[in-house]
């Protein structure tokens, strides 16, 4: 009985022992790059789906059983497969400059992206979107009233004859106080009840 289970164990480890080991290489484009990403699998090739037929014949374009440090190359990062290399080196550092437009597209997707996702917050029927336009729409109003105060101020310059007649003009001018934070607080609580800004 011991034997048997013996003879089980070892049969078990020299199986995984054998497993073959697969590297698929993938179309990818990235900005202006267009390469083929090594994708490293281990197993049975036609269990993992990456040939047509059993006993690993009749394998798809662009998947090879890795010889050499292969399998380990293709975990790396700015790797690619180079098929046209001898077995055992096919998997290749991209080129500097590759590497280099790669990271700029990156960036580039990204802060296209973040762009978006920042400008689509003031959009639509969402909390955050109202939330967002009430703010933009009461810092309008403050601002605003600013800007017409000075107007005033201006119009009661040009009427002074002198300095009497501008200190009763200006004094006739609103008095504007500090505003607090509960009064921000109420007026976007407000402006989303009222519906001043929705969409």
């Known amino acids: 009985m011991k034997k048997i289970f013996l003879t089980i164990i070892i049969c078990f480890m020299a199986s995984n022992v054998h497993a073959a080991r697969w590297i698929k290489c993938t179309s ?6 267009t390469y083929d990403r090594p994708l490293r699998r281990e197993g049975d090739c036609f269990g993992l789906k990456l040939c047509t037929g059993l006993n690993n014949t009749g394998k798809l374009p662009g998947v090879i059983e890795a010889e050499g440090t292969e399998w380990n190359d293709a975990g790396q990062a700015n790797m690619k497969c ?10 290749v550092s991209l080129t500097a400059q590759e590497i ?4 700029a597209a990156k960036i580039s997707n990204f802060d296209a992206i973040l762009r978006s996702v920042s400008k689509s917050q003031f959009d639509g029927q969402t909390e955050e979107g ?8 009461i810092t309008k ?3 605003n009233i600013l800007r017409k105060w000075t107007r005033d101020f201006q119009i009661e310059v040009a009427n002074s004859n002198n300095l009497s007649d501008l200190k009763t003009g200006v ?3 609103a008095t504007l106080t500090d505003r607090t934070l509960p009064q921000l607080k109420s007026a976007v609580q407000t402006c989303i009840d ?3 800004v929705d969409e």
Do not use: N
């Open 82 to 91: 180079d098929l046209g290399i001898v077995m055992g080196s096919r998997i």
């Open 194 to 196: 009222d519906g001043d």
């Open 130 to 137: 109202q939330s967002l336009r009430c703010l933009a729409d």
């Open 171 to 173: 004094s006739g001018l």
């Open 100 to 103: 280099s437009d790669i990271t």
């Open 141 to 143: 109003r403050e601002i």
């Open 28 to 33: 990818t484009t990235i900005g202006p790059v």
